[in-house]
Each structure stands twice: as structure tokens, then as C-alpha cells.
């Protein structure tokens, strides 16, 4: 689908481009430090309860436990930043993944993580409001681009941090954490210093309490008649990917017998095949295939890998299948671009917070419903096809995402081929 000339959403001019680069500094750090703890903190959870069952519920229960807050807080954060500006809540979030992490190294029982996790989960806005930041200061044809940008960064964050992690979790589980916590505290002092602020004051929204609602920031999303259907596709493949994040460590620690090290090194390729997407070969595929087509490919090259890491019978396949998806992690960008077209310049930090509040929600649900389908399965042996069951759930996820995707768009081209 391509927008025509007078679609809402065009932005104001772009501030300078040395910007961007500092807000994917910031990403990056930030994300270095979360890939720390990926690994480890599933494992970790084991130290504090007994059996393989009640490790897959407590750490479901964990994940959810972290989404639901950031539902509930993300929407907030990003309208608060469509009316102070970006970096002051990049700087809150910050100092607050900071005490999450410390939080949690120091946790000596449940209870402390959970503390963690609460702390983490309202203070989470980096990508929502980085995000915004890129919109901010990217022109309407360039979004999906900077959008991509982004997420390179995350990638780049997810290449270093889940080996890092791996490595100093082989040393002792607790260790990446105080790592994780000494790098988020230099992102601060690295985003006090050097980032500058994207949204000028006459673009600023003011700030109303129906803005903080999580669900009306949904149903304002359900009210964008002209991306319904793409945010519907988007919600549904996110929701697959939460389901496949949350469970990936302890399937392949109960299926290969993985330590936090070698899940370190999948993270690490996961990460690297994103960062190639996405900052090198987002724009080319974009000129290629257009949004509309690559989010389709991406979907359902997504959908096949799911079946694949299911069926896998030895770690190294999982590997494999990693560096066959690459096309995957250009279809979020892609969609996010497109929704993005939609809105004003002053609402993309809602707009941007209230897609982000999708995969919040997603973090609620499907880690209880991915730890509750391993935990049936935990204890079957482990060449038991069975045992990938949560990831075969995830392809039939993915399978509808690109049904209902494929609907929309066929509906918008209709459209435009409808008589005036």
C-alpha cells in the first residue's frame, strides 16, 4: 500500500542528522544492557524453586508480571513525551533500568525479583519514545528507514549483550546484572550530555488523562480506520514473537541442554542477522519489494522458521534456522512505517507508545501462555517432538498475521481501483 501525497502524517522538517546517531547510541547501550540479563534470568529463576514445571510458571509469571506495567505505563510515557519532549523520559527510563538491574543482582529470592521486574516494567520507554524521537526527526518517506535504524540498534545491542551475558552467567549468574546496571547508568550520563531534544515546542501535544489509559490507547489505534487491518497483522505477529522470546531459553535448556552460553551465542546471532536487516538492507528491500510486499515476505519467512525451531532435533540446527530468517526482521519496520504515515508529527509519540503498548500486552499474556504449554511438555524426553509445541503455536500465530494482512492490503488495493 502506498500513501498518496496529501495522506496525513507528514512531518515537520528533520532536525540535524547527527541526532538520530546519538538516539542509537542511547538504544544501543540500553539494549546492550537488557541482552545481558536474556540468557540468564530464566535460569536464574531455577535457583529459587524446585522442578523444571514451576521454573517455566515463575519465570511466565515474571514476564508477565514486567508486561503488565509496561502496558500500563508505556502509553503514559509516550504521551508525556509528546508534551515535555523525548529526553527527559529517556532520561527516566534510564536511571530506572538502572535499579532493575541492581534490583535484581541483588535479589537473594523471588520476592527480589519480582522487585525488579516492577521496577523495570515502569520505567521501560526506550523504544517507544526512541521511536518517536526517529519520527520526530525523519521526513514521512524515510520513517520505515529510521524505523529500521532503530531496531539495528537493538539488534546491535542483542549481538554484544546476550554472548556478554552468556559468558559472565557461566561465571556467576548474578554478575550480568551489576554489569547491565554500570551501563545503563553511563547511557545516562551519556544522553544527559549528548542527546538533544527532537520535538520543538509548537509540535508539543498537551497532556490529558484519557492519553494515559492503556486500552483507550488501543481503542484509539482500533479507531484508525485507514490501518486497522496492518495494526491488527502487526499486534497478532507480535504476540507470536513474545510467545517465541519468552520461552526460547528454557525450550532449547530443556530440549539441547543449553547453558546460558550458548544461548548467548544464538542471542548473538539472532542479533547480528537483525543489524544486517535492518540497518544495511532495510532501505534496499524496501526500493525492491515496497512495504506492503516485504511485510508479507517477512511474515511468513517468520511463520516457517517457527515450525522449523519446533521440529529442530539438534542445537545446531537452531543456528541454521536463525541465518535462513533474515527477511523476518524487516516485516516489523515495514508495518511500523506503514502505520506511521497515518498519523500527525505531534502524535507519533502516542502513536508510536500506544504500538508499543501491543507488545506490552503481549509480554502479559504470552509468557503465561508459552510457560504454561512448556511446563505440560517440560518433562517429556527430550527428542520428544512435543516439546516444541509453544513454537508451533507461534507459526499458526503467524500464519493468521499474514491472512489478515494479506485481506487488508487486497482490500486497500481494491480501493484505489474503485471508480471515483
Known sequence: MHMTPDTPGASAPPAPAGNLNFILVCVFIDMLGIGLVVPVLPILVGDF??????????????????????????????????????RPVLMYSMAGMCLNFLATGWAPNLAGLFLGRVIGGISSASMSVASAYASDISTRENRAKSFGKVGAAFGLGFICGPMLGGLLGSVNLHLPFFVA????????????????????????A??????????????????????????????????????????????????????????????????????????????????????????????????ITFLLYGLATEGWMMYVFILCNLLAFAAGPALQ??????????????LMGSLQSISSLGVV????????????????????????????????????????????????????????
Open 49 to 86: 524453586v524446585a522442578g523444571r514445571d514451576a521454573q517455566a510458571l515463575w519465570y511466565g509469571i515474571l514476564a508477565a508480571v514486567f508486561g503488565l506495567l509496561q502496558f500500563i505505563c508505556m502509553p503514559m510515557l509516550g504521551a508525556i513525551s509528546d508534551r515535555v519532549g523525548r
Open 337 to 350: 512505517g506503514i502505520i506511521s504515515k497515518s498519523a500527525e508529527a505531534h502524535e507519533q509519540g502516542e
Open 365 to 420: 499474556v504470552m509468557p503465561l501462555v508459552g510457560s504454561a504449554i512448556l511446563g505440560e511438555v517440560s518433562h517429556l524426553p527430550a527428542n520428544d517432538w512435543r516439546i516444541g509445541s509453544s513454537f508451533f503455536v507461534c507459526a499458526a500465530m503467524q500464519a493468521l498475521a499474514i491472512g489478515v494482512a494479506w485481506r487488508y492490503f487486497d482490500a486497500q488495493r481494491a480501493a484505489r481501483r474503485a471508480p471515483q
Open 206 to 303: 498537551p497532556f490529558t488523562l484519557a492519553k494515559v489509559n492503556p486500552f483507550a490507547a488501543l481503542g484509539r489505534l482500533a479507531r484508525r480506520t485507514e490501518v486497522r487491518g496492518v495494526v491488527l497483522a502487526f499486534g497478532i505477529m507480535t504476540f507470536a514473537q513474545m510467545m517465541l522470546q519468552s520461552t526460547w531459553v528454557l525450550y532449547t535448556h530443556y530440549r539441547f541442554n543449553w547453558s546460558p552460553r550458548e544461548n548467548g551465542i544464538a542471542l548473538f546471532c539472532v542479533g547480528l542477522c537483525a543489524a544486517v536487516v535492518q540497518a544495511a538492507l532495510l532501505g534496499a528491500l524496501i526500493k525492491r519489494f515496497g512495504e506492503v510486499r516485504l511485510a508479507l515476505l517477512g511474515m511468513a519467512s517468520g511463520c
Open 181 to 204: 546496571a554500570a551501563l545503563s547508568a553511563a547511557n545516562l550520563v551519556y544522553g544527559y550530555l549528548c542527546v538533544p531534544e527532537s520535538l520543538p515546542l509548537d509540535k508539543r
